[in-house]
C-alpha cells in the first residue's frame, strides 16, 4: 500500500513540473510579448509625433519603479532603432528588434 501512495504522489509531482515546465513558463512569456508590444506601439507613437526616438520608458509614460519594475526593457540604439527585450529566465532573453520588426530568442551583440 505504501508503494502505491508513494508512486500516486511522485505522479502528481512529475504532472505538477511538467504543468510549471511548459505551461507556466509559456503564459509569462505570452505576457511579457503582450506588454512589449504596448510599449512598441508607444515608441511608434511616439517616433511619429516627434520625429525622434523616445531616450527612456519615462518619455512614453511608463513610469520605472525599479530595475525589474516595468520588467521589460528599452534601448535606443541609434536615431531609427531600438530594442525592447526582457528575461524569459536567467540569461534566456526575448528581444524585438525595430530594425527587423520581429521578436527574436536571442540577442545580438554589435
Known sequence: MKKKTYLI????LV??????????????ENRLTNQGNEIIAKVEK?????????NSLIDI???????????LYY????????????????????????DTKKWEDYQRFK
Do not use: H, M
Open 9 to 12: 504522489f511522485f505522479l502528481g
Open 15 to 28: 504532472l505538477l513540473f511538467f504543468f510549471w515546465f511548459f505551461y507556466l513558463r509559456n503564459e509569462k
Open 46 to 54: 511616439y517616433k511619429k509625433a516627434n520625429q525622434k526616438l523616445p
Open 61 to 71: 509614460g511608463i513610469p520605472i519603479i525599479d530595475e525589474n519594475n516595468p520588467p
Open 75 to 98: 534601448e535606443k540604439k541609434d536615431s531609427v532603432n531600438y530594442i525592447v527585450w526582457f528575461a524569459k529566465s536567467g540569461e534566456d532573453v526575448k528581444t524585438y528588434y525595430s
